[in-house]
């Protein structure tokens, strides 16, 4: 994973990115976001859930 991230730094670096053009891929991104979401049939009131159960298990995970 950080290999993926300072290669991405090394891309915005080399060729950065207008705030029009990361405009444009954050709303692809909350695009195919929102549909994956639908797939799995996560709703809106599902999100404060998962992302507590998520953290939860993160944390107990790290205590190991």
Not at 8 to 20: L, S
Not at 21 to 28: D, H, R, S, T, Y
């Amino acid at each position: 994973v950080m290999q993926v991230i300072r290669e991405a730094q090394e891309e915005q670096e080399r060729n950065p990115m207008t705030t029009d053009e990361l405009v444009a891929e954050f709303k692809e991104l909350a695009r195919e976001g929102g549909e994956r979401a639908k797939q799995l049939g996560i709703t809106e009131e599902d999100i404060d859930t998962i992302i507590r159960e998520e953290r939860h298990k993160r944390k107990t995970t790290n205590r190991s």
